[in-house]
């Protein structure tokens, strides 16, 4: 894979459109939430493609910046936090993203919406992270040091 700048910036930017619209659902009650279902599929689209960004990010520039191949979707961006491209603080809080795209994804039976209104209330602002810290190592990179 071949690392291209302008390749982060595409997907960085679509990542902050769906954080933009994922952050339009905040601050209802949970029972406002579990009442409205085409809410519901609204937020959890938007997890499935914010996740979809932060790994194809992370496989971007683990894969063609550092030549190294996460196991998983997980690992992808917990490897960010390793390899210092995002802060091991973030990379905790983000811990467990992959796995909740995987239940939106692959057990769409068993999904809790009081779940995703969880995420929907304390995990948009680690995105909002993740695409400014993201964004400060790119053009770290882009200067050369």
């Not at 493609?49 to 990010?57: K, S, T």
């Not at 030549?67 to 983000?94: C, H, N």
């Not at 999904?111 to 810290?133: C, K, M, N, W």
Request: with cysteine.
């Amino acid at each position: 894979m071949v690392f291209k700048p302008e390749t982060l910036r595409e997907r960085l930017k679509r990542l902050e459109e769906v954080i933009g619209r994922l952050e339009r659902y905040r601050g209802q009650p949970l029972e406002r939430f579990i009442a409205d279902v085409e809410r519901q599929w609204t937020v959890e689209r938007g997890f499935i493609l914010a996740a979809e960004c932060m790994v194809d990010i992370a496989a971007h520039i683990l894969g063609g910046r550092l030549r190294i191949q996460p196991a998983d979707q997980e690992d992808a961006i917990q490897r960010l936090g390793v390899e210092g491209i995002i802060s091991t603080e973030l990379a905790g809080r983000l811990r467990g993203f992959g796995g909740f795209r995987n239940i939106l994804v692959h057990e769409y039976l068993r999904i809790d919406p009081a779940r995703v209104h969880e995420y929907l209330e304390t995990q948009t602002d680690s995105l909002r992270g993740f695409v400014a810290e993201v964004a400060i190592w790119l053009e770290r990179e882009c200067r050369g040091g």
